[in-house]
């Protein structure tokens, strides 16, 4: 989608090895999300971004750290990844109060 | 915990026909949103409604609010084949900072 990409689309990734989602936006946004999207679950939040070194944890964070060093880059980060994480990962930008722009997704398995 | 439940999980009408989609929530909210996911895509926005509105068109969209029952609802006008998409209420819930909480989604199949 306009302004906002993310990397891999695609990725398969073995037990316990670390993996590192990037969201890249060219929007300016403040806020910038990371959710997960599973079936029987619609889309859960993981962690969210309110301002460049600015975090919070969401509803399904267990297992997963952020970082956002500058405004344009939101990463994800499974530091040992289970079959439990694989899913679809969306990313998303947002003003405040404002409706989200959702990335392509990126579909992770876990072997 | 999700926090819009929609109703009905599945939808089948026919190009023509009207769809009506209804979402329920729990908390107090600043605005309440539908988005549609076509298969294997990313979310698009269709239309947010403010907690003060209590109804708001875009195009052959119309949503409705009603914040005493906690409820919502999106209507699609004159459906057409390209309209067969998931789609998902999701509240703002009232806080310091903006932060969606989605529902399961309804699947609407719209019949050519």
């Known amino acids: 989608d306009a302004g906002i990409t993310q990397s891999p689309r695609h990725k398969v990734t073995e037990t316990g090895t670390p993996v590192t989602l990037r969201c890249h936006q060219t929007?300016?946004?403040?806020?910038m999300y990371w959710y997960r999207q599973d079936p029987g679950h619609g889309l859960r939040l993981i962690h969210y971004s309110y301002g460049v070194k600015d975090t919070d944890k969401g509803e399904v964070s267990d297992g997963y750290s952020v970082s956002r060093s500058k405004t344009e880059d939101f990463l994800l980060t499974l530091e040992s990844a289970t079959s439990s994480q694989t899913s679809v990962y969306f990313c998303?930008?947002?003003?405040?109060?404002?409706?989200?722009?959702f990335g392509s997704g990126t579909r992770l398995t876990v072997v | 915990s999700q926090q819009g439940e929609e109703d009905p999980q599945a939808l089948s009408i026919q190009e023509g026909e009207n769809a009506t989609m209804n979402c329920s929530y729990k908390?107090?909210?600043?605005?309440l949103q539908w988005y549609r996911q076509n298969s294997g895509r990313g979310l698009v926005h269709l239309i947010l409604?403010?907690?003060?509105?209590r109804e708001k068109h875009s195009g052959r969209l119309r949503v409705t609010l009603d914040t005493s029952k906690k409820s919502s609802s999106l209507l699609i006008t004159a459906s057409r084949a390209a309209d067969t998409a998931s789609y998902f209420c999701?509240?703002?819930?009232?806080?310091?900072?903006?932060?969606?909480?989605f529902g399961k989604g309804i699947t609407l199949s719209v019949r050519p």
């Open positions: 929007e300016n946004h403040r806020y």
């Open positions: 998303a930008i947002s003003g405040q109060g404002d409706g989200y722009t």
């Open positions: 409604i403010r907690s003060n509105e």
């Open positions: 908390t107090s909210i600043n605005n």
């Open positions: 999701a509240t703002d819930n009232t806080g310091a900072n903006s932060k969606l909480t």
